[in-house]
């Protein structure tokens, strides 16, 4: 078993849906990855909070023994996201990012982060990524998250990094404006080509696609769930169980291991959609996980 390495946000989210309303609920993308890759392997997180940060939020990784010496408390307060989703909630309405501490944030990895062999760069900064990855001793397996905003922004350090990593979680949109392609499978393609052996396109409810160059794509639907609260966290959830597995195994991953990371990222991320916040994942334990990863094996079984 080997340790993850993630660096991502730590946030506070206000959220509107159709079920109701969450105001300043636990969030960021470094909160999900981490509560769920730690149910299967050691996660160190890098990020920033304000002074507002509640200790009952540090705790809940420090009881899932997640490693929180990455963690700087700064004068301020706390990033600040507010969003809401209708209809079919495929996508989030942002309202208001309010950055706070976030917005001066710069990655520092104390001295026994820099040997993780599984190495996560949550949606931050492309430079940011970069200084993380300079900061880093030979990791085994290296990911990314991106978004619309760095693609267009940032657009020759997000390549750059691109080229130092060995997988890729985007979404479908997110793959498209990166490429130019007409649609999903073209984008996957192009990533690719761009230096990823791998790249996982999150679908949302309609699971995900993933494309390597050695065995080609392996697509398969989302966990089948009638009522979804909160979709907000899903995808970094994704993320965590993906590295969490991978992580579990304590070598290199083959094409079979990416695509058994798969299917773990998406039952977990059908955890998280099922209230707000990280209130269901941080109930889900091994039991729990597995009970559903054979029902799911049931939904896609022939």
Not at 223 to 238: C, K, L, M, R, S
């Amino acid at each position: 078993m080997s340790e993850i390495l993630v660096v991502g946000s730590l946030a506070y989210d206000s959220i509107q849906t159709p079920s109701g309303k969450a105001d300043h609920a636990l969030g960021g993308s470094a909160n999900y990855f981490s509560l769920a890759a730690s149910l299967l392997a050691p996660v160190r997180v890098v990020g920033v909070v304000g002074e507002d940060y509640a200790a009952k939020d540090i705790e809940l990784l420090k009881s899932r023994k997640v490693d929180t010496a990455g963690m700087s408390v700064v004068k301020g307060k706390t990033f600040h996201w507010e969003g809401s989703y209708e209809g079919d909630m495929n996508q989030a309405i942002t309202k208001k990012t309010e950055l706070n501490v976030f917005e001066h944030f710069n990655p520092m990895l104390p001295e026994h982060y820099r040997d993780s062999k599984f190495v996560f760069l949550a949606n931050i900064s492309p430079d940011l990524q970069l200084k993380v990855l300079s900061q880093c001793h030979n990791p085994l397996f290296v990911g990314m998250d991106t978004m619309n905003f760095w693609i267009s922004s940032k657009l020759a350090d997000l390549k750059a990094v691109l080229k130092k990593v060995d997988v890729v979680l985007i979404n479908e949109g997110e793959a498209m404006m990166l490429t130019g392609a007409a649609n999903g499978i073209e984008a996957a393609k192009k990533v690719t080509d761009m230096g990823p052996k791998a790249i996982v396109v999150k679908r949302g409810e309609y699971g995900f696609s993933m494309y390597t160059k050695e065995q080609g794509f392996f697509i398969l639907p989302a966990f089948p769930i009638d009522h979804v609260i909160d979709p907000t966290g899903a995808g970094d959830t994704f993320a965590g169980g993906f590295f969490g597995h991978l992580a579990s195994l304590g070598r290199a991953p083959t094409v079979a291991d990416l695509k058994a990371a798969c299917i773990r990222g998406s039952i977990l991320a059908s955890f998280t959609i099922q209230d707000f916040s990280v209130n269901a994942l941080a109930k889900v334990n091994l039991a729990a996980l597995e009970t559903r990863t054979g029902q799911y094996h049931k939904v896609i079984s022939i």
